[in-house]
């Protein structure tokens, strides 16, 4: 899961959905330095992600990508299952996907500060490129892969993954609604054990 699906599985808490937005810059125990629901949305983003490579329906998606971009395959997956969440927003929730994201990036400049300087350098790109909306169509998405290309000096051409996107596309977006539909089942679980 990307940007758009940890933050959306992080439920109402704002704080819960900064700490899951910008875990991935937070290494090993340093999330103990943050407040309790920073903390606990940390804790989610791990559980997402943990939750998510072990399971089998996203491996089958991973799958069809990996001869050709190896351990790249889950970072494109990832970016995948955001556009299908961005795509069919309207089954998940009642807010358009543009307000929701403009809400989001208030909400990261309000509290700046505690953010990782990771998160702060990302942050400028982010949202002049708009990319929580971006997902949603197919011109967006590529040009985040191009973004990605760039951040990963172009180790794979994640752009050209386009293709099989397109190539699976039925079956991609199938498999996402199935899996996503246990992750938001796990992640209320989870929240609830936080």
């Known amino acids: 899961m990307n ?3 940890h933050i959306y599985l992080s439920g109402e808490n704002d ?13 090993g125990h340093q999330y103990e330095n943050y407040p309790e629901e920073i903390r606990k949305g940390i804790l989610l983003h791990r559980s997402i992600d943990s939750f ?3 399971h089998p329906i996203y491996r089958q998606s991973k799958h069809r990508l990996h001869e050709k971009y190896g351990h790249y395959s889950g ?27 403009d809400t989001f990036y208030h909400l990261l400049d309000a509290h700046y500060d505690i953010l990782t300087e990771r998160t702060k350098g990302m942050l400028p790109y982010m949202v002049g490129r708009n990319w929580l909306v971006s997902y949603a169509t197919l011109e967006g998405l590529e040009m985040i892969m191009f973004q990605m290309d760039h951040r990963t000096k172009n180790r794979v051409a994640m752009h050209e993954s386009i293709v099989e ?14 899996f996503f539909d246990e992750l938001q089942q796990h992640c ?5 054990q936080l």
């Open 3 to 5: 940007f758009l699906a």
């Open 15 to 27: 704080l819960v959905k900064i700490g899951n937005f910008m875990a991935d810059s937070v290494r």
């Open 52 to 54: 998510t490579d072990m």
């Open 75 to 101: 970072v494109i997956m990832d970016i995948f299952y955001d556009h299908f969440l961005a795509k069919n927003w309207g089954n998940y929730s009642e807010e358009k996907l543009e307000v929701y994201a």
């Open 165 to 178: 996107l397109k190539q699976f596309y039925t079956e991609f977006e199938q498999e996402f609604f199935l």
């Open 188 to 192: 209320l679980e989870k929240l609830a």
